[in-house]
């Protein structure tokens, strides 16, 4: 992995727990990417997705739209977003990142916060939004802000368009997987890691689209019906974090422990929760035939590997989850309005171009789809560059 731009470490005076900064490149002087927050989180691991933010940028670039790639960037700040002393972290981080947020990073939510959080603690830090860097490249700022807080206003039976517009992209990416590989929906059975925000829009999707959900985990364990779960009561029933009350299962539904969905027998596996989910130990568990990456990283690369002589087919993080990314620029830089509709239709056709040139670049070079995506960027980059500039 080449080096980022910039790679910083802050150390909290009050906790001395640790945040990191990674912004892998820059692109109109901006970068974008989330901040997550997990105990454990690490600057290597922030150093990965940042990159992986370069790469979906690159990934959506498109010189008919409005909407022009930004660079990649990540943030991270190791605790556990259920600690007490999680929030009041969360703003002193946001604090001391405030000269890059104001000039260069633009971020949102990411593993273990929520955007009302973010909005929340980025106020209360003094910023004026977590994306004010981008502000400066718009055509016409007010109306683009107007925009995207009427879309972030906008639900879809009784949830967010924000929340529901990266699963939309997640699920489309595994259908058109199916349909390239002539499965059809019906009788496709899907695993899931993950009942939050991209998993639970994941499996809603999923569902109305024909497919069986016969196993969701969650922090309990894992809840599994080989006739499928009831996917509207469990959404129903989780709290913040994406627990399920166990009180709305069914007779027929089972709890196994919080590792069971990876042997569950399903077709598809969703991790949607942490990354490095799947390593090169527990992938020999996997028996499904596709891998849809709806979380960032959550497979080791030695695991896709062993995965992929053994048949199995990852479906990378950076084109599968790269729809949230890009359904906030395509609202910014108007594209699309704050409109559900035409959101989901717009996430739906760019996620089957990217999938479909994915998989014919890894059919026609004999190789994994990540490596295809990570190909088609690195073809896209120099073009980028060549018409916008970058640092790197």
């Keep these: 992995m080449a080096t980022p731009l910039l790679s910083l470490t802050w150390t909290d005076h009050l906790t001395e727990r640790q945040g990191f900064l990674v912004v892998d490149r820059l692109v109109r002087g901006v970068a974008s990417g989330g901040l997550r927050m997990r105990a454990g989180c690490t600057l290597d691991e922030v150093a990965g997705l940042a990159r992986g933010m370069t790469v979906k940028e690159a990934l959506h670039y498109d010189p008919a739209s409005r909407y022009v790639p930004l660079g990649g960037a990540k943030g991270g700040i190791d605790c556990d977003p259920r600690d007490p002393q999680a929030y009041p972290l969360l703003v002193r981080y946001l604090r001391a990142m405030r000269p890059y947020i104001e000039s260069c990073w633009t971020t949102g939510e990411d593993l273990g916060l929520t955007q009302d959080l973010v909005d929340r603690a980025a106020a209360e830090a003094g910023l004026v939004s977590s994306i004010q860097a981008v502000y400066p490249l718009l055509d016409d700022e007010a109306g683009a802000r107007l925009r995207l807080r009427d879309a972030f206003a906008v639900e879809v039976d009784g949830i967010g368009l924000d929340e529901l517009v990266g699963g939309c992209g997640v699920a489309e990416a595994a259908l058109a997987a199916l349909d390239r590989a002539g499965v059809p929906y019906a009788g496709t059975r899907v695993a899931l890691q993950g009942l939050g925000t991209m998993g639970g829009a994941t499996a809603r999707f999923l569902t109305r689209a024909g497919l069986t959900v016969v196993a969701v985990a969650d922090l309990k ?172």
């Design 221 to 392: 364990g894992t809840i599994a019906n080989r006739a499928g779960l009831d996917v509207e009561a469990l959404l129903a029933a989780r709290d913040a974090h994406g627990t399920v009350d166990r009180c709305v299962l069914r007779p027929g539904d089972r709890e196994l422990p919080g590792d069971a969905w990876l042997a569950a027998d399903a077709d598809m596996l969703v991790p949607a929760a942490v990354s490095y989910a799947v390593d090169a130990g527990n992938q020999e568990r996997i028996t499904a035939r596709w891998v849809v990456e709806a979380a960032n990283m959550p497979v080791r690369p030695e695991a896709e590997l062993l995965l992929a002589a053994r048949g199995v087919t990852v479906l990378p993080d950076v084109v599968v989850n790269s729809g949230t990314n890009a359904w906030w620029w395509w609202t910014l830089f108007g594209d699309i309005g704050a409109d559900a509709e035409e959101a989901f239709a717009y996430t739906r056709r760019s996620m089957r171009v990217l999938v479909e040139r994915m998989l014919v670049r890894a059919q026609a070079d004999g190789t994994t789809p990540r490596a295809a995506a990570h190909a088609i960027a690195a073809d896209r980059l120099p073009l980028i560059a060549e018409r916008f500039g970058w640092f790197r």
